[in-house]
């Protein structure tokens, strides 16, 4: 196993972060590679999730995903294992503590976190996402719902901090969605 704790990042990969363009074959491909490897079931949330069930344009700068339980003291060997699973994928690890990957070839940026605790702030229960199942790939997504509830948390964090309102975008196209579909 490598030892991640002393990495250096080039300046050149971390420049390279506002330019993330994200991919929906791209998340089918990792958790295919997490269920083979790994046999869990990762949680895609964020603006992918949103634009798999909404009809409108939805910006996707980067592909957010959830892992069970990742930060449990009985899965620490994990985070290495899922590094070396990222590189063989193409991917760089850009910040360990944030769990962002870079694909330099594709210039695709991935976060992955765990879901014990991440998605409490905005009142979601992660145990109540739908399980997909797609092509053979297994994962569990965001709906709408909870959709909304995290971009409204995000976007009030993101006022505070006097961000601009890209949450409140994603909000909006939510919310015109769920009120197509009743």
């Known amino acids: 196993m490598k030892d991640y704790s002393k990495v ?6 971390l ?4 330019f993330m363009v994200s991919n929906e074959n791209e ?11 790994f046999s869990f079931i990762p949680l895609l949330f964020g603006s992918i999730a949103l634009k ?3 009809e409108d344009e939805v910006h996707t700068g ?27 994928l193409g991917y760089e690890l850009v910040d360990y503590w944030e769990g962002e990957f ?8 991935v976060h992955i976190v765990g879901d014990n605790g991440f998605m409490e702030y905005a009142g979601i229960d992660v145990t109540e996402c ?3 199942q797609t092509d053979g790939v297994i994962y569990k997504r965001f709906t709408l719902e909870q959709l909304i509830k995290s971009y409204t948390e995000s976007a009030k964090e993101r006022e505070d901090e006097g961000d601009d309102n890209y949450h409140k975008v994603k909000l909006e196209i939510a919310q015109k969605a769920i009120k197509r579909n009743k």
């Open 52 to 54: 798999m069930q909404v």
């Open 62 to 88: 980067d592909i957010d995903i959830a892992i069970p339980h990742l930060y449990s003291p009985e899965r620490a060997a994990l985070h290495y294992d899922l590094i070396t699973m990222m590189e063989d």
């Open 8 to 13: 250096k990042f080039s300046e050149d990969a």
């Open 15 to 18: 420049k390279r972060r506002d």
């Open 27 to 37: 998340f089918f491909r990792i958790a295919k590679k997490m269920n083979e490897q």
């Open 130 to 132: 739908p399980i997909i």
């Open 102 to 109: 870079h694909d330099v070839k594709n210039n695709i940026m």
